[in-house]
């Protein structure tokens, strides 16, 4: 039986480990709609939610797409 590659390279690992904790946050996010106030769970998710953004603006995004918008000095 063959390993997965998601498990076996380092980049995979990764993806893994990223993909946990994106998990565990949502995971926290329900806790908090289920025990804490509205206002908490909020907070919660737009927290996870900028973290999203952050990852998506830094690996998704080519620099080609937005190094124009930057004048060059």
């Given at each position: 039986?063959?390993?997965?590659?998601?498990?076996?390279?380092?980049t995979?690992?990764?993806v893994?480990?990223?993909?946990?904790?994106?998990?565990?946050?949502?995971?926290?996010?329900?806790?908090?709609?289920?025990?804490g106030?509205?206002?908490e769970?909020?907070?919660?998710?737009?927290?996870?939610a900028?973290?999203?953004?952050?990852?998506?603006?830094?690996?998704?995004?080519?620099e080609?797409?937005?190094?124009?918008?930057?004048?060059?000095?």
């Amino acid at each position: 039986m063959r390993s997965h590659r998601l498990f076996t390279t380092r980049t995979g690992q990764f993806v893994l480990f990223k993909y946990t904790i994106y998990t565990l946050l949502a995971f926290n996010i329900y806790l908090f709609a289920m025990n804490g106030t509205f206002t908490e769970t909020i907070d919660t998710a737009a927290w996870v939610a900028i973290l999203a953004l952050f990852e998506w603006e830094t690996h998704h995004l080519k620099e080609e797409d937005w190094s124009c918008l930057v004048p060059s000095t």
